[in-house]
T-cell receptor, first 111, second 113 residues
Framework: DAKTTQPNSMESNEEEPVHLPCNHS???????IHWYRQLPSQGPEYVIH???SNVNNRMASLAIAEDRKSSTLILHRATLRDAAVYYC????????????FGQGTRLTINP | DSGVTQTPKHLITATGQRVTLRCSPR?????VYWYQQSLDQGLQFLIQ???????AKGNILERFSAQQFPDLHSELNLSSLELGDSALYFC????????????FGEGSWLTVV
């Protein structure tokens, strides 16, 4: 399984944008980049995913580097409810397609 | 609400005992995944079933087993329980939407005493 590297923790202020980086230098051409987050005492929650192009949805934006070796999850205006552990995961397009979680980034939002 | 239902939500049992955790996937989802989350190990993939057949195996102990039934619900059986098996066990399912998003249940808290 291809590996991702994320900072252990990040901190931001409420109503400010947050950029969560992820490195995945061993990504293969068919791997999707998925982001999940886990709020305290809850199951992981899908945030966004992409393959090559930048993606936007109601929760966040995903910026993918041209060489696909890194990506950035962007929360445009953080709220206290965005405090969670964010996981960047590479997922194969075919086969078992299981998610292999790393340690993730613990995001703290200050009021 | 992800649509994935897990029971029981909480379970306390003694060492050496056996428990069964149950998962109902989202309607129509054929794939079911089981994950274990303990404080020191993070989220560990255990096993995946697809339409009743085992598809992938992760760090699942021999004392643990799982199956997926014809109605697509799944059960995770944990036997000869040890203190270290205390963890949160998540079930997840996936369908056929773009990117095959995986949806997680709220988990079953297992405490072994």
């Amino acid at each position: 399984d291809a590996k991702t590297t994320q900072p252990n923790s990040m901190e931001s202020n409420e109503e400010e944008p947050v950029h969560l980086p992820c490195n995945h230098s061993t990504i293969s051409g068919t791997d999707y980049i998925h982001w999940y987050r886990q709020l305290p005492s809850q199951g992981p929650e899908y945030v966004i995913h992409g393959l090559t192009s930048n993606v936007n949805n109601r929760m966040a934006s995903l910026a993918i580097a041209e060489d696909r070796k890194s990506s950035t999850l962007i929360l445009h205006r953080a709220t206290l409810r965005d405090a969670a552990v964010y996981y960047c995961i590479l997922r194969a397009a075919q086969g078992a397609q299981k998610l292999v979680f790393g340690q993730g980034t613990r995001l703290t939002i200050n009021p | 609400d992800s649509g994935v239902t897990q029971t029981p939500k909480h379970l306390i049992t003694a060492t050496g005992q056996r428990v069964t955790l149950r998962c109902s996937p989202r309607s129509g989802d054929l794939s079911v995944y089981w994950y274990q989350q303990s404080l020191d190990q993070g989220l560990q993939f255990l096993i995946q079933y697809y339409n009743g057949e085992e598809r992938a195996k992760g760090n699942i102990l021999e004392r643990f087993s799982a199956q997926q039934f014809p109605d697509l619900h799944s059960e995770l059986n944990l036997s000869s329980l040890e203190l270290g098996d205390s963890a949160l066990y998540f079930c997840a399912s996936t369908g056929t939407d773009s990117g095959n998003t995986i949806y997680f249940g709220e988990g079953s808290w297992l405490t072994v005493v």
